[in-house]
């Protein structure tokens, strides 16, 4: 099944599901913390991958000026995030297409995704972190929300037995938990050190990892400014 497809049939429960992505909040937060635009800035924004809508609803909200596309292949993920920013028509813009496979539009000043492009070939990856600098205007910003490969089999291992204890204490039943493993299949996780380094490949500056823990990790890089992004912070 393609991730297409297995997000359409995942698009109505997905933000209940939440608490399949442990300290999902934290996550979001480190993501808003690491954007240095003042909150009254006009900015323009790309979210990569943005399903229903959760993370550019927190990005909306933290700058209310900002104006918002959505890519998602998903029609259905993207119908939902349109019924979520209804109210406010002129802000947002939703285009469903596979961000992997075709040119991404340009003048960003910031450039999101979360939880989405670990679904990618790890050739995809590096050639979409390469679309995204050429997405962005000087002085831009991309940060990645997103699931990473343990370094080594024992940490991968490790990952793994961490979030199937967090997800059961969140209160996961059974049934979103097959729904996960098979959405899981189509994960491609590549480790943090290597989409660090693809990142500085694709000519990105200041790379860094703001904020980690465990199968997460939160991490991106500046276009054309020597100064580092914000942060650091990694458990696990
Ligand atoms: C786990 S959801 C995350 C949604 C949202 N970013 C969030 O934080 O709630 C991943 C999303 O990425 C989308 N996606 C995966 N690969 C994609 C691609 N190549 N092009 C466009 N969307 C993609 C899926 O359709 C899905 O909606």
Not at 127 to 142: D, I, N, Q, R, S
Not at 197 to 216: K, P, T
Request: hydrophobic letters at 40%; glycine letters at 10%.
């Amino acid at each position: 099944m393609t991730a297409g497809a297995l997000f359409d049939e995942a698009a109505g429960g997905y933000d209940e599901a939440r608490r399949l992505v442990p300290g999902l909040d934290t996550l979001y937060a480190a993501l808003l913390q690491s954007i240095p635009f003042g909150v009254d800035e006009q900015i323009k924004v790309l979210d990569l991958g943005a399903g229903t809508g959760l993370l550019s609803a927190e990005i909306s909200t933290r700058f209310p000026r900002a104006r918002v596309t959505l890519i998602d292949l998903s029609v259905e993920m993207l119908r939902v995030a349109r019924r979520r920013f209804a109210g406010e028509p002129h802000r947002f813009e939703f285009r469903v297409m596979d961000f992997a496979r075709k040119d991404l539009p340009e003048g960003y000043d910031l450039v999101v995704s979360a939880l989405s492009i670990h679904h990618l070939t790890d050739g995809d990856k590096r050639e979409t972190f390469e679309k995204v600098y050429g997405a962005l205007v000087p002085g831009g910003l991309f940060v990645n929300l997103d699931q990473v490969l343990g370094a080594s089999p024992e940490e991968e291992a490790r990952y793994e037995e961490w979030w199937l204890r967090r997800v059961r204490e969140a209160g996961a039943s059974e049934e979103e938990l097959a729904g996960a493993f098979r959405r899981m299949r189509a994960d491609r996780n590549a480790t943090l050190a290597d989409q660090l380094r693809w990142l500085e490949e694709a000519g990105f500056e200041g790379v860094e990892c703001a904020h980690g823990d465990h199968r997460f990790a939160v991490y991106g890089g500046r276009k054309g400014i020597a100064s580092s992004y914000n942060g650091k912070e990694r458990h696990g």
